[in-house]
């Protein structure tokens, strides 16, 4: 599709020439083509979302191949779709700048010059997005580095003035983004809409094939919950406006700017609780406002529609996930990491003053990466070729060794007890906040300080997606498998009674079990990995009793073997996202932060394996803080892991952990375990 817009203007310009060359024939640009009455047309959105610069299909965590995802797989899709349809629009959602050590890099270790484009959003100019939207992860590194590498020049405090700036290289498309605004200015930060004109291959009543124009407005949002989550970054500089009231303000104005489509890119997924401003999910309600089109939506890392989804977002009234519909409007989420492409095709007529969609013809598929005999797509070549540099700079970066370890650091069962890819995190943290509160914080001396940390890889992508740190050496890319997230750490002195409130937040991880039950139960429910907060340390005791419900699990919650009080006073390391409202812990909404460190959890992490040389088991993988409150039961209590680790469970100390099944079936890599909570 060509730019309609753009060929009018070079006639126009072509014509002032010849005027002023003396020319005796002025001839006035060309009308804008009329539309036959019948005219139809066949038009795709694709949708990428949540592509956290997997540029390849490589782990740099394990250095290895990792078929499973990757821009360079789902640009073959977008390639074939392309061929299929006769027009399309490629967006992306959003989370596209950071979540690989590819990110970290080009951001915090050897920062990319204002000429220099990302290589994320290289790789996308070449296969020629059309627009995208803002995610809450692009907001991780702060708003300087996302204003240099979009090519913008925001208008922020700590910014010089915008026409002072330099527009540093970025995407060859635009971005949009309605409810996050300058303070200073009372602006949106980006654009929050844009309408983009484009030619139709389209074919008459009578069948003729022509061209026909056709304008599209794409509009943003993004999670209002960053300003907790990115606070050290966003406080006193911007602020967010509600998704559905800009979504009613602006809509309205695209539609009478000629836009004949209007398609919602939002960084979020669908909750149909009672709608606020602030809420981290609002599609349900962007869905409800007059003049959407189609919802392109991600964050939940999830796929949409699919008919067999248990995720409640997509079994609320109003969404069809057989058809992919919210509340009558066509939706589409495509998974993450570039494991999806989402589809959403359009039907349309000219019935003589406006494009119509035929409702009854438009179809939504997320179309996955991987065939129907479990093997994969092949990639788009010049993926590779494109940021080889990059990659190779990468690899030589992670592989920087730090240290050794005498035992191999997994997260394989980590939810049922495995504490060797936690505690060492949860050390280094601990061990950096009591030195600073001893440096800095004299009246919380004598407050003890503790530490919580999660799974953050716990099975969610498959057998791959666990912490494996095997024995040896330790370099910079096993930190970074064991603290996944970018991060900063924080520090929030709480009471015994927030203690056990965090506590039974994080037991949601688990589904009741019901003892008298002879068949089979899941242990694991749908609270994610990365909220299982747990302490690892000898001074705290605790049990979870997964028999009784959300809010009763806590029992015998001990420090140095004495009941904790609920008004006893700690200090408890973490990390900005938690202490800052991440999770939607109880008691923890940023007021309880005593420290906001600028340093980032990975980077005290690599500190401390260098300070302390060597990683033992006996000294670092093995003080378990919590258990099971011990039942016996009818039938099996089971939970997924990766296949063919149970060897490691016995080297954890966890004797209560059998095979169940080696194949989970869902072609994931993952095996069916057993837990013998009567152990």
């Known amino acids: 599709m060509q730019n309609r817009s753009s060929l009018l203007t070079a006639g126009l310009i072509s014509s002032l020439l010849l005027a002023a060359c003396g020319t005796d024939h002025y001839t006035p640009p060309p009308e804008a083509p009329k539309i036959e009455k019948g005219t139809a047309a066949t038009l795709a959105l694709l949708e990428t979302t949540d592509l956290h610069t997997n540029v390849l299909s490589y782990d740099y965590f394990k250095l290895a191949e990792d078929k499973s995802f990757g821009f360079e797989r789902v640009a073959t899709l977008i390639k074939n779709a392309r061929a299929e349809f006769p027009n399309t629009l490629l967006l992306d959602n959003g989370d596209t700048i950071q979540g690989t050590a590819l990110a970290d890099y080009q951001a915090q270790v050897a920062p990319i010059a204002c000429g220099t484009t990302l290589a994320m959003y290289k790789v996308m100019n070449a296969i020629?997005?059309?627009?995208?939207?803002?995610?809450?992860?692009?907001?991780?590194?702060?708003?300087?580095?996302?204003?240099?590498?979009?090519?913008?020049?925001?208008?922020?405090?700590?910014?010089?003035?915008?026409?002072?700036?330099?527009?540093?290289?970025?995407?060859?498309?635009?971005?949009?983004?309605?409810?996050?605004?300058?303070?200073?200015?009372?602006?949106?930060?980006?654009?929050?809409?844009?309408?983009?004109?484009?030619?139709?291959?389209?074919?008459?009543?009578?069948?003729?094939?022509?061209?026909?124009?056709?304008?599209?407005?794409?509009?943003?949002?993004?999670?209002?919950?960053?300003?907790?989550?990115?606070?050290?970054?966003?406080?006193?500089?911007?602020?967010?406006?509600?998704?559905?009231?800009?979504?009613?303000k602006y809509i309205p104005e695209m539609r009478a700017k000629g836009a004949d489509l209007v398609v919602v890119i939002s960084h979020g997924g669908l909750d149909n609780?009672?709608?606020?401003?602030?809420?981290?999910?609002?599609?349900?309600?962007?869905?409800?406002?007059?003049?959407?089109?189609?919802?392109?939506?991600?964050?939940?890392?999830?796929?949409?529609?699919?008919?067999?989804?248990?995720?409640?977002?997509?079994?609320?009234?109003?969404?069809?996930?057989?058809?992919?519909?919210?509340?009558?409007?066509?939706?589409?989420?495509?998974?993450?990491?570039?494991?999806?492409?989402?589809?959403?095709?359009?039907?349309?007529?000219?019935?003589?003053?406006?494009?119509?969609i035929d409702k009854t013809k438009t179809k939504v598929e997320a179309r996955s990466i991987q065939n129907a005999d479990k093997t994969y797509v092949a990639v788009e070549p010049s993926v590779a070729t494109a940021v080889a540099a990059e990659h190779q700079a990468t690899i030589s970066y992670v592989k920087t060794p730090i240290g050794a370890t005498d035992f191999e650091m997994t997260s394989y069962f980590a939810d049922v007890g495995e504490v060797g890819a936690i505690e060492l995190v949860n050390q280094a943290q601990a061990d950096y906040v009591a030195k600073y509160v001893k440096a800095n914080l004299p009246a919380y001396a004598t407050l003890p300080v503790l530490s919580v940390s999660a799974p953050f890889k716990s099975g969610f992508g498959g057998g791959n997606d666990y912490t494996d740190v095997a024995q040896g050496n330790v370099a910079i890319?096993?930190?970074?498998?064991?603290?996944?997230?970018?991060?900063?750490?924080?520090?929030?002195k709480v009471s015994g009674d927030n203690i056990k409130a965090w506590l039974e937040t994080a037991?949601?991880?688990?589904?009741?079990?019901?003892?008298?039950?002879?068949?089979?139960?899941?242990?694991?429910?749908?609270?994610?990995?990365?909220?299982?907060?747990?302490?690892?340390?000898?001074?705290?005791?605790?049990?979870?009793?997964?028999?009784?419900?959300?809010?009763?699990r806590i029992k015998n919650l001990m420090y140095k073997g004495a009941a904790i009080v609920g008004t006893q006073e700690f200090i408890v390391a973490t990390n900005n996202y938690r202490a800052s409202g991440g999770g939607s812990f109880p008691g923890l909404d940023g007021?309880?932060?005593?420290?906001?460190?600028?340093?980032?959890?990975?980077?005290?992490?690599?500190?401390?394996?260098?300070?302390?040389?060597?990683?033992?088991?006996?000294?670092?993988?093995?003080?378990?803080?919590?258990?099971?409150?011990?039942?016996?039961?009818?039938?099996?209590?089971?939970?997924?892991?990766?296949a063919g680790k149970l060897s490691l469970a016995s080297a954890a100390g966890l004797n209560n952990v059998s095979l169940l099944r080696a194949d989970e079936g869902s072609g994931k890599n993952l095996s069916v375990y057993a837990l013998d909570l009567s152990k």
């Open 128 to 248: 020629g997005y059309d627009g995208g939207g803002i995610g809450n992860h692009e907001f991780n590194y702060g708003l300087p580095y996302l204003n240099q590498v979009t090519g913008n020049k925001f208008n922020i405090d700590g910014l010089p003035d915008p026409a002072k700036q330099t527009a540093c290289a970025g995407p060859a498309f635009p971005q949009v983004l309605a409810n996050v605004l300058s303070v200073k200015s009372k602006a949106p930060l980006f654009q929050p809409y844009t309408i983009l004109t484009r030619e139709l291959k389209a074919k008459t009543a009578d069948g003729k094939e022509v061209t026909a124009p056709i304008k599209v407005g794409i509009i943003g949002f993004t999670p209002p919950t960053i300003l907790s989550w990115d606070k050290r970054w966003l406080d006193g500089k911007v602020y967010t406006a509600g998704i559905k009231e800009q979504a009613e």
């Open 273 to 356: 609780s009672a709608y606020s401003p602030t809420m981290e999910n609002a599609n349900y309600y962007v869905s409800q406002v007059a003049g959407v089109d189609a919802m392109l939506i991600g964050h939940s890392h999830q796929i949409f529609p699919n008919a067999t989804s248990t995720v409640p977002q997509f079994n609320l009234p109003g969404v069809d996930k057989v058809n992919g519909t919210v509340n009558g409007v066509p939706t589409v989420m495509a998974n993450f990491w570039g494991k999806h492409l989402g589809v959403i095709k359009f039907e349309l007529a000219y019935d003589g003053k406006a494009w119509v």
């Open 477 to 492: 890319n096993n930190a970074a498998d064991l603290y996944l997230y970018p991060n900063t750490i924080y520090a929030v």
């Open 507 to 552: 037991a949601k991880r688990f589904n009741q079990i019901d003892p008298t039950k002879t068949t089979e139960q899941a242990l694991i429910s749908s609270f994610p990995g990365y909220n299982f907060d747990m302490f690892t340390t000898p001074d705290i005791t605790y049990e979870i009793d997964v028999t009784q419900p959300v809010g009763s």
């Open 591 to 642: 007021s309880k932060t005593i420290l906001a460190a600028p340093d980032a959890n990975r980077d005290v992490l690599i500190a401390y394996i260098k300070a302390i040389k060597t990683v033992t088991r006996a000294a670092n993988g093995s003080d378990r803080s919590w258990k099971f409150t011990k039942v016996t039961t009818a039938g099996p209590v089971t939970f997924n892991s990766s």
